[in-house]
């Protein structure tokens, strides 16, 4: 176990069984003109993001640990997007309404894939999920958490966009499925500061109820120190 100093207290890291998941690092969510942008958000306020993720991707990737990325996309026919779904807020462009990046939020098109900065590499898992959590109807039909078990992890590093809505919703999931959950601070963002805040305070609160928060460079150290790289 490699221990991390950690909110709300020390964090205990299994080597090889801890994954690295990244939420939802796309086009549509990260540059102007996607489904971020037509939700009426500045895209730009997530920018800061990318470096601790694309950080903590190396450290991954040196150790042969697993790797996860999410992308929140639905298929062409829109069979897997609820009509509530397509209609909230009113954006400009709805989900499937072309776009500057293509269909928005389809598998397939421009908009949906990883920023290039961030991009999967061979071997690791991505996951296409038509909600807003990652165990909701994915990885069908064994669905996700089989998948997470039959691998042997156990514990979920969490990074990505955006902390309140597709990290906090996934990580609530994902602690409800007995997952020890650790967000990483610095590697999270949100169209709205006040929101990612409030989400990092109310995961850590009541000793942990939802998980643990850790800023990386203190994870990184923590890396280095206990556990060489391959
Ligand atoms: N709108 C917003 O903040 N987020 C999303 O719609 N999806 C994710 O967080 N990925």
């Known amino acids: ?3 991390l100093a950690a909110r709300p207290f020390e964090f205990a890291l299994a080597p090889g069984r801890a994954a690295l998941v ?3 690092m796309q086009r549509d969510f990260i540059e102007p003109g996607g489904f971020g942008a037509s939700l009426g958000n ?5 920018r800061p993001a990318i470096a601790p993720i694309a950080a903590l991707l190396a450290a991954w990737r040196a150790r042969g640990w697993p790797v996860l990325h999410t992308r929140e996309c639905h298929r062409s026919d829109l069979a897997d997007c609820p009509p509530a779904k397509r209609e909230r807020g009113r954006p400009a462009l709805r989900i499937g309404d072309v776009g500057p990046m293509g269909r928005v939020l389809i ?3 421009p908009g949906a894939e990883i920023i290039p900065e961030l991009a ?3 071997g690791e898992w991505v996951v296409d999920k038509p909600g807003k959590g990652m165990f909701c109807n994915t990885c069908l039909p064994e669905g996700l958490h089989a998948r997470l078990q039959a691998a042997g992890i156990a514990q979920l590093v969490f990074t990505g966009v955006t902390t309140e809505v ?4 996934s990580m609530r999931e994902a602690n409800d499925r007995g997952y020890e959950c650790l967000v990483v601070e ?3 963002e949100s ?3 006040e929101y990612k805040a409030a989400a990092l305070a109310m995961i850590t609160a009541q000793g942990g109820i939802v998980g643990w928060s850790a800023p990386s460079g203190a994870l990184l150290a923590a890396l280095e120190a206990a556990a060489p790289r391959r």
């Open 1 to 3: 176990m490699i221990a």
């Open 166 to 169: 597709c990290v906090q919703t």
């Open 107 to 109: 598998a397939g098109e």
């Open 186 to 188: 610095d590697a999270t």
């Open 120 to 122: 999967p590499a061979r």
């Open 191 to 193: 169209y709205f500061p």
């Open 22 to 24: 990244v939420i939802d």
């Open 42 to 46: 500045d895209v730009g306020r997530l």
